[in-house]
């Protein structure tokens, strides 16, 4: 992971201060999963590794409505029992969704003006599991709904291009919200067949645009995950 694992601390702690940790009934773990649901409202996670995790212990959780590919975060703790046909058998905490959205292609400029290019900061980004995920810091007054897009630019060439690498581009629509505080959150792109793996690439070459206004290209390559 490069850099996401960090700032999850973050999340993490904000998450299980509300645990009590008097009796140590807190989470130790956490991870970025996918979601997958079963019969009888049942559902089990992927993690970006490969791993699945079935939650044989939900009492800590209320009803959760599982969707197929839904990204979320987890945090767990190990149980002593297996559970047949996954990995691990967890104790579930905590689920925080993650907004989960698909690549959108890009074949005209017109298309391409529409998807913005607003300024956005990536602070963190992982990639893995088939899905690219990015944690984003941008500017809001916080009265507009700001529109992120992970774009296959077929319109007009890209100013780098990088050999072994899909090249995607990270566009966002501030929909004129450009001032106030930073605002902070996570995103999670389904990659299909822009998938590195699939692709026979190395990683992604991914185009965005700073706070400053410039154009910006960052390297990602999966990273095994602890």
């Known amino acids: ?10 999340v993490a702690s904000l998450t299980l ?3 009590n940790d008097s009796d140590g009934d807190y989470a130790r773990y956490w991870t970025l999963a996918t979601v997958h649901p079963l019969e009888n ?10 791993k699945s995790f079935y939650p044989g212990d939900k009492s800590r959780i209320a009803a959760y409505e ?7 975060f987890i945090w767990f703790n190990f149980l002593p029992e297996p559970a047949e046909g996954y ?5 579930l905490y905590n689920i925080e969704e993650i907004l989960t959205k698909q690549v959108e292609t890009a074949s005209t400029t017109d ?20 899905y690219l995920t990015l944690q984003i810091a941008f500017r809001t007054m916080g009265v507009t709904s700001h529109v992120v897009h992970l774009v296959n630019n077929e319109a007009s060439l890209p100013e780098e291009s990088l050999e072994d690498y899909v090249g995607l581009e990270f566009h966002h629509d501030a929909k004129g919200d450009l001032d106030g505080r930073y605002g902070y959150g996570y995103v999670s792109f389904r990659l299909d067949e822009f998938d590195p793996e699939t692709a026979g690439k190395k990683g992604i070459y991914l185009r965005t645009r ?10 990602i390559e999966p990273e095994t995950e602890r």
């Open 66 to 72: 599982a969707t197929e590919g839904q990204r979320v």
């Open 111 to 130: 298309e391409l003006e529409q998807m913005g290019d607003d300024p956005i900061q990536v602070t963190g980004w992982q990639l893995g599991g088939g």
């Open 1 to 10: 992971m490069k850099r996401l694992a960090l700032l999850l601390l973050t």
């Open 210 to 219: 700073t706070p400053e206004g410039n154009v910006k290209y960052i390297r």
């Open 41 to 50: 409202n049942d559902y089990y996670f992927s993690s970006d590794s490969g």
């Open 17 to 19: 201060a509300a645990c």
């Open 87 to 91: 990995d691990s058998n967890v104790a």
